[in-house]
């Protein structure tokens, strides 16, 4: 049976209402997934805000303690990581370089540039029978001092992969000059780039001083203090 030119016109009207209804559904279910994930985002950042990072220097080839600042019972694990998770030895007595020590600090050895960056330190304790969770996290920033040769290149083993700058500051300056980024790259025709090393050639004492690096928020990976070699004595 054939429809009306009027029923016609009331199945196209019903069809469009309900193609409206159904966008107004599908909308409204992602504004809510947005508005759920948002939240949970909101509650992330403002518990990660409650926990500032601390500021640690350790020196190269030397030891650095990760403080858990918590002075209660003995915590049985602890979880330190990174980009990854970091395997800590649970016990004193153990020969590893990344160790616990007392209740829940933990002992970095024999520090190198690699270990510069930020760790997050996590563990579990009871509190009236409710198991509490803290969070602990660190900016370890990892110290040297060198000597270079007047006339020979000063090689400096600092580009990190989250190395964002190389700044110089000379003996006799109170600022900081920028030796290289990750967008710009060398900022010296004496400065090049070789197996990962920042290579000064032709090291001269406007070299000396202080060499920072900074990761991308600028907050400080590497320092390094050069100074001038002193020459040998003639026999």
Known sequence: ???????????????????????????????????????????????YSETSASL?????????????????????????????????????????????KETCNVVIKNLSFSDAGMYILRFN????????????????????????????????DVLLPDADKVQHQSRRSTG??????RTDGVQSERMTIRDGNLIVNEFTPRDAGSYRVLDPDGEPLITVKVRVQSKEKLN
């Open 176 to 181: 900081w000059k920028e030796d290289w980024s």
């Open 56 to 100: 640690l220097v350790g020196i190269k080839g030397g030891d650095v303690t990760l403080p858990c600042e918590y002075e209660g019972s003995e915590i049985p694990d602890i979880d330190l990581r990174r980009s990854e998770i970091i395997l800590v030895c649970q016990t004193e007595e153990c020969s590893c370089r990344v160790c616990k």
């Open 125 to 156: 304790y009871s509190d009236n029978h409710t198991v509490q969770e803290q969070t602990r996290i660190y900016q370890l920033c990892v110290d040297d001092e060198i000597s270079a040769k007047i006339g020979e290149e000063l090689k400096l």
């Open 1 to 47: 049976m054939a429809l009306s030119g009027q029923q016609r016109r009331l199945l196209r009207n019903h069809q469009t209402l309900l193609s409206k209804r159904i966008e107004a559904i599908k909308i409204n279910k992602r504004n809510a997934m947005f508005n759920g994930s948002y939240l949970l985002f909101l509650l992330c950042l403002v518990k």
